[in-house]
């Protein structure tokens, strides 16, 4: 069987980190089978549907390498066999008109409650003839309902991950599939839309279990072969709620613009709930290959940022210069190219985030502004300092990082912190970074004078203001 997954977002915002597992985690099962992926916009919802957000989740998927087979499809092209499925479904008894006011659902759901039963819908226009429910249609609103609930029978969800999941019709209600405005909800259109593209399985959170078991009996009732879903556990944050864009998931689009490496997304979401993800599996291709979906776990997932910001760090210090280049550059000052490359060969070590490359400037230009923390560092130090340190640089003849400290030690007897984090100062402008005798090697002989001279005039213009 030619596998075909799909990622059905609706086109009404954004897309945020719940909706990246959905899409990720069927776009990996379509790899790794050798199957298709494809993008369908569920845009039945003409109010909330937007073009932008169409062009945005493209643009989204397609930064973090989740391509998808052929053109995106679009749930509005089929609305004739949205229609016709709600006919035939009709016509067999399966689905009827309802006409209880929102009021009156309120009360029998209360009243069940009270009973100890569940909210269910009572059935009460289930039984209309055909005469009433023409007479009423015509100057009364009503929904449609499938024609679900029995006190026999069932319904078996074909799962890979719980295995055949049997709901009793008894225990279903009739869902209403379409609202009193003619829209349809989710249910049906969704459903009858897999049928259409082939959808041969679904990957989604146990959540829609209960979807499932509606849409099986709906796509069975009208000839359509269900697919096998995968119902795996919810993606959930750090407060145990489920995570949405309601519930301050990030979007994409601010991860983007936070500078973050679209691969630590894909590495750290792939590997939620699937604990044999091998360490060193640094691509898509490999996790693709790597990747088990049987062996997804069913229980509930906790979102790190903080796992995924390491697995940016661990992918940033691999990048190769070319790619880290364009990352840094609007951190730095204007340089000339080749600059630049060795700056970023420097660094690269000692980033976190691009954004870090801003706290090393002063590598390059000697008249950025120090760390916060590191002008209080350089300042103790003391001018007289600084003026040994540029004596001893000038007078060795084999000009070191070595060189300078052991003969700065030697002419002012200070040693540990008090000798090294000064000089650090001084040529890195940061308290923390490269090896200084990397620092030294990029710096050169004059920028390494110029720089002990400022931060002896700095020391010098401190003591003058105090």
Wanted: proline fraction near 5%.
């Amino acid at each position: 069987m030619s596998i075909v997954t799909r990622f059905a977002p609706s086109p009404t915002g954004l897309l945020h980190l719940g909706n990246v597992r959905t899409a990720l985690l069927n776009w990996l099962y379509a790899r790794k089978h050798g199957g298709s992926f494809l993008l369908r916009f569920e845009d039945t919802d003409q109010d909330r549907s937007q073009l932008e957000y169409i062009e945005a989740i493209k643009a989204d998927l397609s930064w973090l390498g989740v391509d998808w087979h052929g053109d995106a499809l679009f749930q509005s092209e089929h609305a004739a066999k949205h229609a016709d499925a709600l006919e035939r479904l009709a016509a067999k008894g399966l689905a009827y008109r309802c006409f209880c006011s929102e009021s009156k659902l309120n009360i029998d759901r209360k009243l069940a409650t009270s009973r100890g039963l569940p909210p269910r819908y009572a059935g009460r226009c289930r039984h209309l003839d055909a005469e009433q429910v023409a007479e009423r249609a015509g100057s009364e609103p009503f929904v449609w309902r499938l024609a679900i609930h029995a006190e026999e029978g069932e319904v078996i969800v074909p799962d890979a991950l719980h295995g055949d999941v049997t709901f009793a019709r008894r225990d279903l209600d009739d869902p209403v599939v379409v609202r009193s405005d003619g829209s349809f909800t989710f249910l049906l259109p969704n459903a009858v839309d897999d049928a259409v593209d082939g959808i041969t399985h679904v990957l989604r959170g146990d959540d829609h279990l209960t979807n499932s078991a509606y849409q099986v009996w709906l796509l069975t009732s009208l000839g359509y072969q269900p697919p096998i879903y995968f119902h795996h556990g919810l993606l959930l944050g750090q407060d145990g709620a489920k995570l949405s864009k309601r519930s301050g998931s990030h979007s994409v689009a601010e991860l983007r613009e936070d500078g973050l490496i679209p691969a630590a997304l894909v590495q750290a979401m792939a590997r939620l709930g699937h604990p044999n993800m091998p360490d060193a599996l640094h691509d898509s291709a490999a996790i693709a290959a790597h990747f088990d979906a049987e062996h997804v776990s069913t229980s509930s997932v906790r979102w790190s940022d903080e796992e995924m910001w390491r697995w940016h760090t661990r992918l940033l210090h691999e990048l190769d210069s070319e790619l880290l280049i364009p990352m840094i550059r609007p951190f730095v000052p204007e340089v000339h190219p080749q600059r630049l490359v060795e700056f970023a060969a420097l660094i690269e070590r000692n980033l976190e985030r691009a954004s870090d490359a801003v706290l090393f400037q002063r590598l390059l230009d000697i008249d950025a502004p120090l760390e916060a923390e590191a002008l209080p560092v350089l300042c103790e130090a003391g001018a007289e300092f600084y003026q040994h340190a540029l004596d001893v640089w000038q007078s060795v003849d084999v000009q070191s990082w070595q060189g300078l400290t052991t003969g700065v030690k030697e002419k002012t007897g200070c040693k540990g912190k008090a000798l090294f984090m000064p000089l650090r100062v001084a040529l890195s402008g940061a308290l923390h970074g490269p090896e200084m005798s990397d620092v030294v090697a990029f710096l050169g002989s004059e920028n390494i004078v110029a720089r002990l001279e400022g931060a002896k005039h700095l020391c010098l213009e401190g003591q003058t203001g105090s």
